[in-house]
């Protein structure tokens, strides 16, 4: 597609076109972005109108490592090439990281920081002004150490400036024509494993294969939560009640016994954003509020 094609594409009606029009022009002051993609939503919200409004002088980046699940990094390549974005592929070693490793509540502040700094390195080399990344408004909510990480090496954050939230870019994300814009929310693998245990590449690909499996049967929210020889799985909670079926738990106990897990349980609460979040003191997540604007 030609440069603003792909973000009119699909004939928005007007409340769209004025969100869209509004992120266009704030692309188009900046002259030029890295944007870090995942292929989540907003990523790719945010890469497609990048390319929209900045054509060449737009770059998407996206990381891999044994903390991406491959079936993503496969569907974020396969929608940029579609949107005809210019598009990066790097790896990323946080898992070199003892910081990382360790698995603190802070973790994700050690993950973002190396990804941000070879962002920051990458736009340099192309002669981009600033890194951007997909946060919304919603993030403001959230325990997410990592957009420190982000405002310390001066990411900007072009969704959340603006004030979409998470329906705003899905329904901005369908206006487009994007094919992912009702994709349930992601995470890297290592959100599955509790704070302080150690991540390991064998517990990554444990919960991948798990996850994987799930997805073939048919599950469509869903997180497998590594606690040792125990998988305590999340799913969209209506898909609850069919997990319960007798065949439907015979097929998940053989899908996370094949993935290597000896036990397995679903958690009836279903999936939620940040589960693992529940478990930080009151005190660190207080603290963390007090330095998120």
Same mark, same amino acid.
């Given at each position: 597609m030609k440069q603003d094609e792909t973000i009119r594409a699909a004939n928005?009606?007007?409340e769209s076109r004025d969100d869209l029009d509004r992120l266009r022009e704030y692309l188009v002051r900046l002259g030029g972005a890295v944007v870090a993609y995942s292929g989540g939503v907003d990523s790719s919200l945010l890469m497609a109108a990048a390319h929209a409004a900045l054509g060449d002088r737009a770059l998407a980046v996206t990381a891999y490592s044994p903390t991406y699940a491959p079936h993503e990094r496969e569907a974020a390549l396969a929608l940029a090439r579609s949107v005809g974005a210019r598009h =990066?592929?790097?790896?990323?070693?946080?898992l070199d990281n003892p910081c990382f490793q360790t698995n603190p509540a802070n973790r994700c502040y050690y993950c973002k920081s190396e990804l941000f700094r070879e962002l920051r390195a990458i736009a340099d080399r192309e002669g981009l002004p600033v890194v951007l990344d997909g946060a919304n408004a919603d993030d403001r909510a959230d325990y997410r150490p990592g957009r420190i990480a982000g405002r310390e090496l001066g990411v900007r954050s072009p969704l959340l400036e603006l004030g979409f939230d998470k329906e705003t870019v899905r329904r901005l994300a369908r206006e487009m024509g994007l094919p992912n814009w009702n994709l349930p929310a992601g995470a890297c693998l290592a959100s599955r494993i509790p704070y302080g245990e150690t991540i390991t590449p064998e517990r990554l690909n444990r919960v991948a294969?798990?996850?994987?499996? =799930?997805?073939?049967l048919g599950f469509r929210v869903l997180r497998v939560r590594d606690h040792g020889n125990l998988a305590r799985i999340e799913?969209?909670?209506d898909e609850i009640e069919g997990a319960l079926a007798a065949a439907a738990r015979e097929r998940i106990q053989a899908a996370c016994a094949a993935a290597g897990y000896t036990f397995v349980c679903l958690d009836v609460a279903g999936y939620r954003t940040g589960a693992m979040n529940e478990a930080v003191p009151h005190a660190e997540i207080a603290a963390f509020r007090e330095v998120e604007p």
């Open positions: 928005p009606p007007p =990066l592929v790097i790896e990323s070693h946080e294969a798990a996850e994987a499996a =799930l997805r073939d799913l969209g909670r």
